[in-house]
């Protein structure tokens, strides 16, 4: 029943919070994938340290800053965090920055495939060490045509063939090569 009720996007703040304080795990899980939580209730699940509460939060689409960032900074072994993080389309530049920084070349491919990336962001992954994060950032269909050149110019095959397969690469990029 606790879980029929946690799952109603419409319940007020104060519902959410007494629900994710009566300890029940399952029911703070299904709270967290709620699409509308009002800060509070972002910041009492971000109380809980259960990997699965915490990815779901990260999925959420409307987190705000202090939220995301403590998700990527505080959840050391919990990588699927900072991987539902990356993938979120409504991450903050300056969280973008951050993961670049500081995380495994597996959440920066994750963060290279998200199209919601910014120029900046985008720059620095073409330039990435790794040669799969390129790739990732290859296929992501919201390239900006300056990243676009860089990658066709890449010295790793893998990087080029994956911007040709990309639907929305620009063909007169290529000329060069």
Do not use: H, W
């Amino acid at each position: 029943m606790l879980l029929l009720l946690a799952s109603y996007n419409d319940l007020s703040e104060e519902m959410q919070l007494n629900l994710i304080r009566n300890g029940n795990r399952k029911v703070s899980e299904v709270i967290a994938g709620c699409i509308e939580l009002p800060k509070n209730v972002q910041l009492e699940l971000l109380k809980n340290k259960d990997m699965n509460i915490r990815g779901n939060l990260a999925k959420n689409s409307k987190l705000c800053e202090s939220v995301q960032l403590d998700l990527i900074s505080n959840d050391y072994y919990n990588y699927s965090a900072k991987q539902e993080i990356a993938k979120n389309s409504n991450i903050i530049e300056s969280i973008q920055e951050k993961l670049i920084r500081e995380s495994e070349s597996f959440v920066r491919s994750y963060l290279a495939k998200n199209k919601s990336i910014t120029e900046n962001i985008q720059i620095i992954l073409a330039r990435d060490e790794d040669s799969y994060v390129r790739c990732c950032l290859a296929e992501n269909e919201s390239l900006i045509e300056n990243i676009q050149i860089i990658l066709a110019r890449d010295e790793e095959p893998s990087v080029r063939l994956a911007l040709l397969d990309n639907k929305n690469y620009i063909s007169a990029v290529m000329g060069g090569k």
